[in-house]
């Protein structure tokens, strides 16, 4: 019955992002927060879908970590799944994403309406001097930016040195950063058609203040936080030592589990 659920929700789930994909581009005209509004709406619609087709849902600890203004976010990238998710958890913000992804037909013109930080795979000083002036820009006009500093997606149990990139920003625009950690990995695993049912733990951490920290300190800070909850969200899972998925469908006893939102 996984396989099952997991190809309609893909299913369903394809036809909204054609739907939301060419509503992006009719948008272009319009407001960035407008069509950020309108076109996120694809991402609260894919985790409610998630919930009721596959069982999946989600819970957030330290919400009352979250700063009123806008914010660098830091955070694991295990899958597909916190992209969606944080687009729902926390305030409008932008990603910084490859820049191939935006000539994906249909999805790629989707994330172009919602003005991405793109840059080039190994773009070096260029690439950061990018970051820094465009994510300064989103910034001051009152987006986020969502940056994983790993670089690219990595299993539950693979560890990559954190890149510098998003401690920089934050020290360029003078704005704080949130940390956040999660273990989307055990239920919806990169490079797997497979969602597996449960709920994700997310967990918001505490705020740094980059201005009497280096930009190297604030990155070993995150990494070490970062790491060290999101292992811990591995516990209790049986076989979760050994294997990247968890797939048994099992859900933690704890209180408060967040329902995935319907609009």
């Known amino acids: 019955m996984i396989w099952v659920r997991s190809i309609v929700f893909y299913l369903a789930a394809a036809l909204v992002v054609v739907f939301f994909g ?24 894919t985790l409610w879908w998630l919930e009721k087709c596959c069982d999946l849902r989600y819970r957030v600890t330290g919400r009352e970590n979250i700063p009123k203004g806008p914010a660098v976010i830091l955070a694991n990238h295990q899958s597909a ?10 305030p ?6 490859k820049r191939n ?18 840059i080039r795979l190994n773009g ?9 002036t465009q994510g300064t820009e989103r910034l001051r006009r009152g987006f986020w930016v969502l940056i ?10 693979e560890t990559r040195d954190y890149a510098g990139g998003g401690a920089a920003l934050a020290k360029h625009a003078r704005c704080p950063v949130v940390l956040v950690a999660h273990n989307a990995g055990l239920f919806w695993a990169r490079r797997s058609l497979l969602k597996h049912p449960g709920v994700i733990d997310v967990v918001i951490g505490p705020t740094l203040d ?8 604030i990155t070993e800070i995150a990494q070490e936080w970062i790491v060290k909850t999101s292992k811990s969200l591995l516990s209790g899972y049986p076989g979760s030592e050994q294997a990247p998925l968890l797939g048994n469908g099992r859900t933690p006893e704890k209180e408060n589990v967040s329902q995935a939102p319907a609009d």
């Open 210 to 217: 980059p201005q009497d920290k280096s930009a190297r300190q």
């Open 148 to 157: 994983f500093p790993e670089g690219r997606r990595v299993s539950l149990l």
């Open 81 to 90: 799944w916190e992209t969606l998710a944080f687009q729902a958890i926390f």
């Open 124 to 132: 070096g000083s260029r690439a950061l001097r990018q970051v820094l």
């Open 92 to 97: 409008p913000h932008v990603w910084v994403l």
């Open 101 to 118: 992804l935006l000539w994906v037909p249909f999805f790629g013109w989707g994330l172009a309406a919602l003005s991405p930080i793109a």
């Open 22 to 45: 060419l509503l992006g581009v009719f948008l272009r005209p319009f407001s960035a927060f407008l069509r950020h509004y309108l076109v996120t709406r694809w991402t609260h619609f």
